[in-house]
């Protein structure tokens, strides 16, 4: 089966995240799209980065519908920060017979040349870039691992959810409604 890992923070996940997970779904080859949430990002150091079994429990909240979405929570059992070479390695080994892609937003891949051994994942796996307003061009625009899926642009970001919640204004349409009253429910990010 041809699986696309959507590697991501998700605090919290908004309906940037579900368009580009069905988008890619629905427009490629990827049969399915697994939501791959990291504890930690290498570049990332937040004080409002929820617990990670929160993140998760926010995304299996907001894809319970669709079939073609999953959860993934190896990155749980692994050492911290998130490595994504790392991770790939564990799940090719625990799934042989699965061909698996990289799902990201063009701000990760302006910033890819960064990341550990990122020659190495991109011998092994493609990346299916989901254009994202302000992305810097990248050496890597053209590489033929890279895949760019034409679709809308969407400026909304976690970023401003999570100020949006603290100076207290609704956040409704930004995330599910499932999301949105868990939020509430256990007074996150205020
Ligand atoms: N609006 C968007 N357009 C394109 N890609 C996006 C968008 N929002 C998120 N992504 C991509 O989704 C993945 C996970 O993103 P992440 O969880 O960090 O969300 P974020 O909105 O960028 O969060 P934050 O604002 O906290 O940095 C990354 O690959 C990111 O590039
Ligand atoms: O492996 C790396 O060096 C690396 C560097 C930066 C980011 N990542 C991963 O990229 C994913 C996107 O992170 P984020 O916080 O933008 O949602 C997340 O899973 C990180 O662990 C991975």
Redesign the pocket.
């Known amino acids: 089966m041809k699986i696309g890992l959507?590697?991501?923070?998700?605090?919290p996940?908004?309906i940037?995240?579900l368009i580009?997970a069905n988008t890619m779904a629905e427009n490629t080859h990827l049969e399915e799209v697994w939501f791959v949430v990291s504890p930690q990002?290498p570049f990332?150091k937040?004080k409002s980065l929820l617990h990670e079994f929160d993140r998760l429990d926010m995304v299996e909240k907001a894809i319970q519908d669709n079939y073609k979405l999953k959860t993934c929570d190896v990155e749980f059992h692994l050492p911290r920060p998130s490595y994504t070479i790392d991770t790939l390695t564990v799940l090719q080994e625990k799934h042989p017979d699965h061909e698996f892609g990289l799902?990201?937003?063009?701000?990760?891949l302006s910033h890819f040349h960064k990341w550990k051994n990122y020659e190495q994942i991109l011998e092994y796996f493609r990346l299916y870039v989901?254009?994202?307003?302000d992305s810097r061009p990248s050496d890597l625009d053209k590489h033929p691992k890279v895949s760019f899926v034409e679709s809308p642009?969407?400026?909304?970001?976690?970023?401003?959810i999570?100020k949006s919640i603290k100076a207290q204004k609704s956040i409704r349409y930004l995330v599910p409604e499932s999301v949105d009253l868990y939020i509430k429910e256990k007074r996150f990010y205020l």
């Open positions: 959507f590697f991501g923070s998700f605090n996940i908004h940037g995240h580009i990002n990332k937040q799902i990201m937003g063009g701000d990760n989901y254009p994202r307003p642009l969407m400026s909304i970001s976690a970023t401003f999570r």
